[in-house]
């Protein structure tokens, strides 16, 4: 097949998408498979035929300990424009068969890059536009799972300015844990115990917009869940060698340990299974996903978030996951195609 592996983006999630992106086109090449790897935002000047040859910058495999200066990513365009499709990438996506959606956080996950793609008739890897959307609002999605009997913490939506934050530092509930409403990685995520801490985190979230989600802190470990052609892989917990899971834990090799399947009773395997399910098919989710769960001692799991285009970096969690089914990372990579293809024509 011609495939196209779309990374990159603008958003604070970029350089976990390009090393995703590394790894999936290197995969696909070594299974024969005709690819080419774009920055969705900074695209390309070469003729696009010359980009299904060309070498994988080692340095795009590796993520940094902080998420990326997105001003000087913009300052770093031909042509600068504020558009998210940089030049050439639409003209090389026509070319392909599928394009592989590599792209994570704001910029890919939330349904733009989706309907755009729809739009023009481009078949893309992954969860269609609506399902996307809904599964980035972290608000909307608890609203709709919650009913379903799928535990999830208490939760509120807080949209405010900086002249606000001294009247919710009083109000809001401790612990809690302080999240952007729509992002990924753990980035901008906080767990607080004190009305200092409380502050300090609301301040930090008005770099995302001022829309948070303040969630009741749950104590307990965490496990994952992925999703593939609609069935659950085996869970993966997630145990940080310091702090929690967050962007750097998440992603520099050896920060935390990852052990799947997770060592739990086959019953507290089979009810993150089902509440994994119950959120994928609530949303209207296709072709695979990973869903977030913190477990307590009486074996319930307490849905966090899910996520439509995991991770496919060297450390990520879906790869571990389907190896243990004894899915190795090229087929899963080729199994999200084929799935992604049958969910275009059924118009998923």
Known sequence: MKIVVLAGGLSDERNVSLSSGCKVCAALRERGHETALIDMYLGTQEAPESLFAA??????????????????????????????????????????????????????????????????????????????????????????????????????????GADDIPALSERLELPCVVKPVASGSSIGVSIVHDKEALSAALAAGLNFGGACVVEQYIEGREIQVGILEDRALPSIEIIPKTGFYDYENKYQPGAAEEITPAPIPAEWEKRLGDAALTVFRALGLSVYSRADFIVTGDGVPWFLEINTLPGMTPTSLLPQEAAAVGIGYGELCERIIEASLEARKAGK
């Open 55 to 160: 070498p994988i910058p080692e340095e795009l495999t590796r993520i940094g300990r902080q998420a990326p200066d997105l001003e000087a990513v913009k300052a770093s365009r031909d042509g600068g424009g504020d558009g998210q499709f940089g030049p050439g990438v639409l003209e090389l996506c026509r070319q392909a068969d599928v394009v592989f959606l590599a792209l994570h956080g704001t910029c890919g996950e939330d349904g733009r890059v989706q309907a755009a793609l729809d739009l023009l008739g481009i078949s893309y890897t992954g969860a269609g536009y609506l399902g996307s959307a809904i599964a980035m609002d972290k608000d909307l999605t608890k609203k709709l799972v919650a009913p379903l009997g799928v535990a999830t913490p208490r939760w509120e939506l807080i949209r405010y």
